[in-house]
């Protein structure tokens, strides 16, 4: 190691100062430590970052800053507009504090990769180090393979493979790094200035970002809730799932943190595949198949479909009925109450995301990346890899794609799922007066002419039957093109 080099962690999209590979690289190399977040709005515009989303990272930085600065690490905060300028500006903060090494951990989209590349020519013309490390996910992209060596196109093959490698290997967390003597070179740097980041707001205080709340929050759902996850999660009114995908989208929490808490209640439960716990970890997995992929196949950040042939899919322009999802107006009951959810919560259902995809692609034959962008938009858990995942998935323009039967009905969705209408009735007021019998139709009830409500906006077997010939036809054109 370099006398009194000084190392300067980049953080991004993981907030947090356990388990953090390139803080605890930095730590363990370097005889003092810097660390800078940049916030980059016009770029968050651009990808349709929500406003809750960066109020809670705001919130969270703040917590960063406390903690780094026990372990005698100050946390520079800059702004600039993009990507771009993000990398000048690290590589001109590394020359003006005489950094030797700069650390940070890998983001997979595109965009982010691009501006490491230009990071790492920058810091080489200045003789200065430059180390990325592979940190979003329990095992990294490019190891869980075929036996051609190739990437998985299917979720089932690449759990069985992840689970075997995860069986042998054991992923450990890894510790808060020990604390550096504060140096008069760098004491000017610590900050008590209130962190304010340049974009439009929307409230994120339901959310926690104090680190033992978050943590409590984990170890509460693995010790009280994960036994019954796979009996209760697809439940909406029921308090059944998680609710950390949030920290997970931030880098509040690490995977290697979830799944170890999970061990450690059901130490069995890569081998239960029946169980609660396995159902959990399940979604984890789905989690890096959705970054294994886009590692991949770099085209899935970049607005294309997995499936080239559903290029050729004749998607309907309506922006009458875009806007009708988007406000939760279409007249079938638990779409508009997920999607007043959503807009009022910055958080939605698992199932009900399915849900509303399914509506949104094949009831209304509207793009997916419409659907995308603005689930993006307004979630708080906003994760491009895990959004585009999902909505390819619901569009069958994603990997395993099944066109001709995943139309899901949604009002018999809604009659599985929410029976007697209780999250209905949570999210749609107009509807609290409406029968059990009527909830999931409120418009075949003989009172619905007093309603507030609308009519449903499309007839759903005949949208089915729709959306089933256009993929049909699509994928003919491009056999024959």
């Not at 890998?106 to 592979?134: A, T």
């Not at 740097?189 to 304010?196: D, V």
């Amino acid at each position: 190691m370099a006398p009194h080099q000084t190392g300067l962690v980049c953080f991004r999209a993981d907030l947090r100062v356990v388990d953090n590979t390139a803080l605890v690289e930095a730590c363990h190399r370097s005889e003092q430590v810097i660390a800078v977040f940049i916030s980059t709005p016009m770029q968050w515009h651009e990808h349709n970052v929500s406003p809750i989303q960066v109020n809670f990272i705001q919130r969270r930085l703040g917590v960063i800053r406390a903690q780094l600065a026990k372990l005698g690490i100050p946390l520079l905060i800059e702004e600039v507009a993009d990507f771009t300028k993000a990398a000048q500006t690290i590589n001109q903060l590394a020359i003006k504090h005489h950094v030797g090494h700069v650390y940070c951990n890998k983001q997979y989209e595109w965009n982010e990769h691009q501006r490491d590349e230009l990071l790492g020519s920058l810091l080489s013309r200045q003789n200065i180090k430059f180390s990325v490390f592979d940190d979003a996910c329990v095992i990294s992209p490019g190891r869980v393979l075929t036996q051609k060596g190739d990437t998985f196109k299917v979720f089932t093959p690449f759990r069985k493979e992840w689970l075997k490698i995860f069986r042998r290997e054991r992923p450990q967390v890894q510790g808060m790094p020990t604390p550096f003597k504060s140096t008069s070179q760098i004491s000017s740097l610590f900050s008590e200035q209130k962190i304010e980041l340049t974009y439009p707001r929307k409230d994120s205080l339901q959310w926690p970002v104090d680190e033992e709340a978050i943590r409590q929050r984990l170890r509460m759902f693995c010790r009280d809730k994960v036994a019954c996850y796979h009996l209760r999660r697809d439940f909406p009114a029921v308090d059944g799932t998680s609710c950390l995908s949030p920290f997970l989208a931030i880098g509040a929490l690490s995977p290697r943190q979830c799944v170890t808490a999970l061990l450690e209640v059901y130490p069995e439960s890569t081998e239960q595949l029946e169980s609660g716990a396995f159902c959990w970890l399940n979604e984890i997995i789905w989690r890096e198949f959705y970054r294994h992929l886009m590692v991949a196949w770099p085209q899935l950040s970049r607005e294309q479909p997995f499936q080239p042939w559903t290029r050729y899919v004749q998607w309907r322009q309506s922006e009458s009925h875009l806007l009708a999802w988007q406000q939760g107006r279409t007249g079938f009951p638990i779409v508009d109450a997920a999607m007043r959810q959503l807009k009022e919560t910055g958080w939605m259902h698992n199932r009900l995301r399915m849900i509303t995809a399914s509506f949104l692609t094949k009831d209304l034959l509207i793009h997916w990346q419409e659907g995308e962008q603005w689930f993006m938009s307004q979630l708080i858990d906003g994760d491009l890899a895990a959004n585009n995942g999902g909505w390819q998935w619901a569009a069958s323009t994603g990997t395993d794609a099944q066109p001709y039967f995943r139309v899901f009905n949604p009002t018999t969705q809604g009659e599985r799922f929410d029976p007697d209408g209780q999250f209905i009735r949570t999210w749609v007021n107009e509807l609290k007066d409406v029968p059990d019998k009527y909830i999931h139709q409120p418009h075949l009830w003989s009172g619905a002419v007093n309603l507030n409500y609308p009519q449903p906006i499309v007839d759903h077997k005949r949208a089915r039957i729709r959306a089933i010939e256009a993929f049909k036809q699509a994928k003919e054109y491009f056999k024959h093109s």
